[in-house]
């Protein structure tokens, strides 16, 4: 998990993504959400895009990320989004943290850190996040990470 790079090349393909979760975003505020904004982008194109839902669906893990996971993971047939970023407009929760983990992602980039919910280091810590903030400094390792996120959470050390 990385906040937005600014080194050049990436830095346009950042702005760019995350310019889409931050209209997601918007279209959340506009039904009175909290507004979180995320989308799935794999090789350079948006997969899925979504926006916090949790008070219109009555469904408290209506998360940004967690929908569009699913709808990348439903796209593709596949949970394992390995070839997937996920850019997503604040610093991921703990229950978001851990699907991410499970999904595993190439990388994540959000927009702000969360300083009352964020699980990459801002509120919380948990093994997967300590993971995921190693992969926050080099993206090349999430998938290797991700899978030892996911055996110490399957060992209950989470
Ligand atoms: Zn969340």
Redesign the pocket.
Known sequence: MREPTHKSGQAGEDQRFMHAALREAGRGALEMEVP?GAVVVKEGRILARAHNRPISTRDP?A????LALRRAARKLGNYRLNECSLYVTIE??????G?IVHARLKQVVFGARDPK?G?SGSAQKADCVEVCRTCSKISSTVESSSRAGATSAATGAV
Do not use: T
């Open positions: 979180v893990i998360h940004a990320e967690i991921p929760c703990a229950m978001c943290a699907a919910a699980a």
